[in-house]
């Protein structure tokens, strides 16, 4: 799905600077969480993608949160935003947790 998403945003020429989406996972804290983005951040690093304007790195900056039943699920999702970016503006291309 993730790759599908970079080919179609490049394929318009108008780049995923700003694309976002939300992955949920069940019955994971925020280590857990944090340590998958982490992986994930890594992977990503370390592809590259083929494009007709030649060879293009891919980085990601992910905001991580914990959904706790007490909490909206809405204050959940911002806490998550406002880390994203917190990571953006921390540089980019890294992970942070609310």
Known sequence: ?????????????NGCEQA??????PETDVDGTSNLAEKLRLKLENSTLEHKSGTLGITMSIGVSQY??????????????????RAKKAGRNRVACA
């Open 1 to 13: 799905m993730v790759n599908y998403r970079l080919r179609a945003c490049l394929s318009f020429g």
């Open 20 to 25: 976002e989406f939300l992955i949920i996972l």
């Open 68 to 85: 706790l039943p007490n909490v909206d699920i809405d204050n959940s999702i911002k806490a998550a935003d406002d880390a994203l970016y």
